[in-house]
């Protein structure tokens, strides 16, 4: 039998903070209890904030708390040519929507919408859900922006992924998600609305790779935060559609700052370098992350 693969995948976009510490140990932990291969992965698909010097920070890092991971490690703006082929299928497929309304654009049409009591539905992560050009845009702008061969984005079309797939979807927790989730979970991807599958300046977007390399490296079981349990449901869906294998996954709890928030790249009081500058051992950092000596 092969044995199980995991992953830690980090975007090298700045230092590891305790939220990555506690990822990185839980993942490795459970793929020694497993006998299984543990990868690493760079995620640096925004090639203007990723940069070599922040993964060489990481395996700095990985090395200091005593985690060690298979070489080479996969970069994945070394392989936009595997996420163009999938998005390519689906475009075949008709699956896709193309959008030329920036960011701003959904945010503003947003805003206006809930200045005037029209509250606007958000997803899961909380940005403004995706209501198609024709709601954000006059056609004569629309048409404009594509006479003028203006860069557009690539959206999944969801309502159409989802018949294509055919629901209800579901995928194996083995840990929990915000609010208690486990076991057999119904995976929701309509929450998400049309997701970007690729960026008018990245011919990719954070779920299309992930899902792409975690099929192509035969990762079997997906260890990471809460914060990505409910963008599963876009993976199991993507998955789906491109006919990939569906792996185990196992969200843990998050490391919170002293102000109850999520922990980010910018809080540098915890992070894992600077800590380790203030004369923390990495038994200290299992201690603040809350696991057991
Ligand atoms: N690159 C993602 C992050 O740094 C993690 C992706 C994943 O584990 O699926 O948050």
């Known amino acids: 039998m092969s044995r199980p693969v995991f992953r830690f995948a980090p975007s090298p976009n700045g230092r590891l903070h305790l939220g990555h510490a506690l990822s ?35 395996r700095e890092d990985l090395a200091w708390l005593g985690i060690a991971f298979e070489e080479p490690v996969r970069r994945q703006s070394e392989h936009f040519d595997a996420y163009r082929a999938a998005l390519a299928d689906l475009d075949a497929r008709g ?12 945010a503003t049409a947003a805003a206006a919408a809930a200045a005037a009591g029209a509250p606007w539905p958000l997803d899961p992560d909380g940005v403004p859900l995706f209501p198609g050009d024709t709601a954000l845009l006059p056609a004569d702008e629309i048409a404009r922006r594509a006479a003028a061969g203006e860069p557009a984005a690539t959206r999944l079309d969801m309502a159409t992924a989802i018949d294509a797939a055919g629901m209800p979807l ?3 927790e083995t840990g929990e998600g915000p609010a208690g989730e486990t076991g057999t979970v119904l995976a929701r991807p309509e929450t998400f609305g049309d997701v970007v599958l690729a960026r008018k300046e990245t011919p990719t977007s954070y779920h299309l790779s992930v899902v792409v390399d975690d099929a192509l490296q035969g990762v079997t079981h997906v260890v990471r935060g809460a914060d990505l349990f409910a963008a ?15 792996p185990v996954y196992h969200h843990h709890r998050l490391v919170l700052g002293p102000d109850g928030h999520k922990l980010a790249k910018s809080n540098r009081d915890t992070s894992l370098a600077e800590l380790r500058a203030g004369g923390a051992t990495p038994a200290n950092i299992r201690r603040m992350v809350g696991l057991p000596a």
């Open 95 to 106: 699956l896709v929507v193309r959008s030329f309304a920036t960011r701003r654009e959904i």
């Open 232 to 246: 599963t449901a876009v993976h199991r869906l993507l998955q789906t559609l491109l006919g990939l294998p569906e």
């Open 170 to 172: 579901t995928w194996m």
């Open 24 to 58: 990185a140990i839980v993942n490795f932990e459970r793929a020694q209890a497993a006998g299984g291969r543990f990868l690493l992965r760079f995620e640096d698909i925004d090639t203007e904030r990723c940069r070599p010097e922040y993964e060489a920070a990481i």
